[in-house]
Protein backbone atom coordinates (compact mmCIF):
# COMPACT_ATOMS: atom_id res chain seq x y z
CA UNK A 1 0.00 0.00 0.00
CA UNK A 2 1.31 3.59 -0.63
CA UNK A 3 2.20 5.70 2.13
CA UNK A 4 0.20 8.36 0.72
CA UNK A 5 -3.22 5.59 0.42
CA UNK A 6 -2.24 4.68 3.93
CA UNK A 7 -2.09 8.31 5.37
CA UNK A 8 -5.37 9.33 3.87
CA UNK A 9 -7.09 6.30 5.48
CA UNK A 10 -5.24 6.56 8.93
CA UNK A 11 -6.88 10.63 8.44
CA UNK A 12 -10.68 9.08 8.57
CA UNK A 13 -10.28 6.26 10.78
CA UNK A 14 -8.37 8.88 13.50
CA UNK A 15 -11.59 10.83 12.37
CA UNK A 16 -14.08 8.46 13.12
CA UNK A 17 -12.36 6.75 16.76
CA UNK A 18 -10.41 9.75 18.04
CA UNK A 19 -11.80 13.19 16.87
CA UNK A 20 -11.06 15.99 14.98
CA UNK A 21 -8.22 17.52 16.82
CA UNK A 22 -6.09 13.67 15.94
CA UNK A 23 -7.48 14.17 12.56
CA UNK A 24 -6.50 17.48 11.83
CA UNK A 25 -3.32 16.55 12.75
CA UNK A 26 -2.76 15.23 9.07
CA UNK A 27 -3.31 18.17 7.78
CA UNK A 28 -1.32 20.66 5.97
CA UNK A 29 -1.59 24.08 7.08
CA UNK A 30 -2.25 25.41 3.86
CA UNK A 31 -4.80 23.04 3.63
CA UNK A 32 -8.24 23.83 1.46
CA UNK A 33 -11.25 21.83 1.53
CA UNK A 34 -14.81 21.99 -0.49
CA UNK A 35 -17.39 19.57 1.04
CA UNK A 36 -21.57 19.90 0.63
CA UNK A 37 -23.29 21.91 3.05
CA UNK A 38 -20.34 24.68 3.23
CA UNK A 39 -20.30 28.37 1.85
CA UNK A 40 -16.96 27.70 -0.56
CA UNK A 41 -13.65 26.46 -0.09
CA UNK A 42 -12.64 26.02 3.54
CA UNK A 43 -9.28 26.57 4.89
CA UNK A 44 -7.86 23.98 7.86
CA UNK A 45 -10.00 26.30 10.37
CA UNK A 46 -12.98 26.39 8.75
CA UNK A 47 -12.54 22.47 8.15
CA UNK A 48 -12.13 21.60 11.69
CA UNK A 49 -14.95 23.66 11.92
CA UNK A 50 -17.03 21.73 10.01
CA UNK A 51 -15.52 18.32 11.13
CA UNK A 52 -16.41 19.67 14.81
CA UNK A 53 -20.39 20.10 14.12
CA UNK A 54 -20.31 16.93 11.98
CA UNK A 55 -18.50 14.77 14.79
CA UNK A 56 -20.89 16.74 17.52
CA UNK A 57 -23.98 15.58 15.19
CA UNK A 58 -22.64 12.54 14.19
CA UNK A 59 -20.69 11.43 17.28
CA UNK A 60 -20.61 7.37 16.43
CA UNK A 61 -19.72 8.51 12.80
CA UNK A 62 -17.81 5.80 11.13
CA UNK A 63 -16.14 5.69 7.45
CA UNK A 64 -16.12 2.48 5.42
CA UNK A 65 -14.16 2.30 2.08
CA UNK A 66 -15.04 -0.10 -0.56
CA UNK A 67 -12.42 1.22 -3.36
CA UNK A 68 -9.66 2.72 -2.37
CA UNK A 69 -6.95 4.47 -5.61
CA UNK A 70 -3.86 5.98 -4.95
CA UNK A 71 -1.83 7.39 -7.83
CA UNK A 72 0.98 9.80 -7.26
CA UNK A 73 0.47 12.71 -4.83
CA UNK A 74 -3.71 11.88 -5.13
CA UNK A 75 -6.31 9.22 -3.07
CA UNK A 76 -9.63 8.64 -4.02
CA UNK A 77 -11.90 6.58 -1.52
CA UNK A 78 -15.11 5.64 -2.35
CA UNK A 79 -17.68 4.09 -0.05
CA UNK A 80 -19.79 5.41 2.78
CA UNK A 81 -20.36 7.34 6.02
CA UNK A 82 -22.60 5.85 8.99
CA UNK A 83 -23.75 7.34 12.21
CA UNK A 84 -26.98 8.27 14.89
CA UNK A 85 -27.63 11.84 14.30
CA UNK A 86 -27.61 12.87 18.06
CA UNK A 87 -26.62 16.45 18.09
CA UNK A 88 -27.61 19.39 16.36
CA UNK A 89 -26.54 20.07 13.00
CA UNK A 90 -27.39 23.43 10.75
CA UNK A 91 -29.44 24.14 12.41
CA UNK A 92 -31.40 20.58 12.02
CA UNK A 93 -32.53 19.21 15.73
CA UNK A 94 -31.11 15.65 16.78
CA UNK A 95 -33.76 12.97 15.08
CA UNK A 96 -32.11 10.14 16.58
CA UNK A 97 -31.93 8.83 13.03
CA UNK A 98 -29.08 6.37 11.63
CA UNK A 99 -28.04 7.54 8.96
CA UNK A 100 -25.86 5.67 5.85
CA UNK A 101 -24.55 7.66 3.19
CA UNK A 102 -22.60 7.02 -0.02
CA UNK A 103 -19.56 9.28 -0.48
CA UNK A 104 -16.63 9.84 -2.99
CA UNK A 105 -13.61 11.44 -1.09
CA UNK A 106 -10.81 13.27 -3.21
CA UNK A 107 -7.12 13.88 -1.40
CA UNK A 108 -4.19 15.31 -2.08
CA UNK A 109 -1.26 14.83 -0.37
CA UNK A 110 2.52 16.88 -0.65
CA UNK A 111 5.12 16.08 2.04
CA UNK A 112 3.09 13.62 4.32
CA UNK A 113 0.29 15.95 4.72
CA UNK A 114 -3.47 16.55 3.07
CA UNK A 115 -3.42 19.54 1.41
CA UNK A 116 -6.73 19.81 -0.62
CA UNK A 117 -9.85 17.68 0.10
CA UNK A 118 -13.49 17.38 -2.13
CA UNK A 119 -15.94 15.04 -0.68
CA UNK A 120 -18.83 14.24 -2.61
CA UNK A 121 -22.44 12.64 -1.28
CA UNK A 122 -26.31 12.53 -2.02
CA UNK A 123 -27.02 15.61 0.13
CA UNK A 124 -31.15 14.95 -0.95
CA UNK A 125 -30.80 11.35 0.76
CA UNK A 126 -29.15 12.31 3.51
CA UNK A 127 -31.57 15.04 3.87
CA UNK A 128 -34.26 12.54 3.40
CA UNK A 129 -32.68 9.77 6.04
CA UNK A 130 -33.18 12.26 8.58
CA UNK A 131 -36.82 13.10 7.68
CA UNK A 132 -35.94 17.14 7.09
CA UNK A 133 -37.35 16.02 3.47
CA UNK A 134 -40.07 13.61 2.16
CA UNK A 135 -38.74 10.50 0.53
CA UNK A 136 -40.05 10.47 -2.93
CA UNK A 137 -43.01 8.40 -3.46
CA UNK A 138 -43.40 6.50 -6.24
CA UNK A 139 -46.29 5.34 -8.17
Request: avoid cysteine.
Given at each position: ?????????D???????????A???????????????????????????????????????????????????????????????????????P??????????????????????????M??????????????????
Amino acid sequence: MSNNKQLVLDFYKAFDTKGVEAAAAYLASNFKTEVPGTPGTLDINGYRQFMTMFKTAFPDVYHVFENTVAEGDKVVTIGYFAGTHTGEMMGIPPTGKQVRLGVIHFDRVENGKIVYHKGEMDMMSFMQQLGVVPASQTT
